[in-house]
């Protein structure tokens, strides 16, 4: 587990990143863009993403971890400027933040948590584990052979 001081960090980097990742974009019109009454806007594929989220959900929460890794991967593709590489050793850890920011951010918006019990179901255990699962999952999805079209 990380130091204290470093938990603290990583809250602040994660809430301001939060912060400028709802100040971008749009929302669509049938999702609610409320997070924790903030009244900022959440961008549209954020928006997107979680609704997809919500969906896998309901099967599985590997269900919706791999929904949220596959689609922060196009996001990043898309929004690279989304990955704080200032407090983060390497691209894959920076992406490690932005999943995490996303969860908790995911979980205000489609469960009306506070930021503070989002990243309390983040820290607990079962879930560290299930993200680690599914996050092998996904590394494995991306190293299957393509078969060609003939």
């Not at 912060?19 to 806007?41: F, N, T, W």
């Not at 896998?56 to 922060?72: F, I, P």
């Not at 989304?82 to 920011?101: C, F, V």
């Amino acid at each position: 587990m990380a130091s204290l001081n470093k938990q603290e960090k990583r809250a602040k980097r994660a809430k301001a990143k939060a912060k400028q990742i709802r100040m971008v974009g749009r929302k669509p019109a049938e999702l609610d863009d409320d997070l924790g009454g903030l009244g900022e806007p959440i961008p549209e594929y954020t928006l997107a993403m979680f609704s997809k989220m919500r969906d896998a959900e309901a099967t599985s929460r590997n269900d919706m971890l791999l929904t949220l890794l596959s689609n922060l991967a196009e996001i990043i593709s898309d929004h690279p400027e989304l990955l704080d590489m200032e407090n983060a050793d390497n691209e894959a850890m920076a992406a490690t933040h932005l999943a995490a920011d996303m969860l908790i951010d995911y979980r205000m918006w489609a469960d009306g948590m506070d930021r503070d019990a989002a990243q309390a179901w983040l820290t607990d255990p079962q879930f560290i584990t299930d993200f680690g699962d599914a996050l092998d999952s996904y590394r494995q999805s991306l190293d299957l052979p393509v078969e060609k079209a003939e």
